[in-house]
């Protein structure tokens, strides 16, 4: 049974930061594609960062490059999602997902973290 237990969400003032892990169980790790996505309360789920098995490749929404950092452990099944420079339209549940890495789809999710960023 595939687990992605999130954790290290929390309340920071604007101009914070925050450090996302997600541990992975239950899955070869090192062959999935790690991602972060967000929801904001009204909103459509989002695209946030993901990473490849082997971390050559990163890829970041726009609206988060340069202050937001996608990490990978292979060795302790971990992804890591360290955000910089926090504003308060980054508030929403974070959810880490996992995609084969011959996969199209993110099959597996987890339950989400809250962050709050206040103004």
């Known amino acids: 049974q595939v687990q992605l237990v999130e954790s290290g969400g929390g309340l920071v003032q604007a101009g914070g930061s925050l450090r996302l892990s997600c541990a992975a169980s239950?899955?070869?790790?090192?062959?999935?594609?790690m991602g972060w996505f967000r929801q904001a309360p009204g909103k459509e789920r989002e695209f946030v960062a993901s990473i490849t098995w082997t971390s050559i490749t990163t890829l970041y929404a726009d609206s988060v490059k340069g202050r937001f950092t996608i990490s990978r452990d292979n060795a302790k099944n971990t992804v890591f999602l360290q955000m910089n420079s926090l504003k308060p339209e980054d508030t929403a549940v974070y959810y880490c997902?996992?995609?084969?890495?011959?996969?199209?789809?993110?099959?597996?999710w987890g339950q989400g973290t809250q962050v709050t960023v206040s103004s």
């Open positions: 997902a996992a995609r084969h890495r011959i996969g199209s789809k993110y099959n597996y």
């Open positions: 239950g899955l070869t790790f090192s062959t999935y594609v």
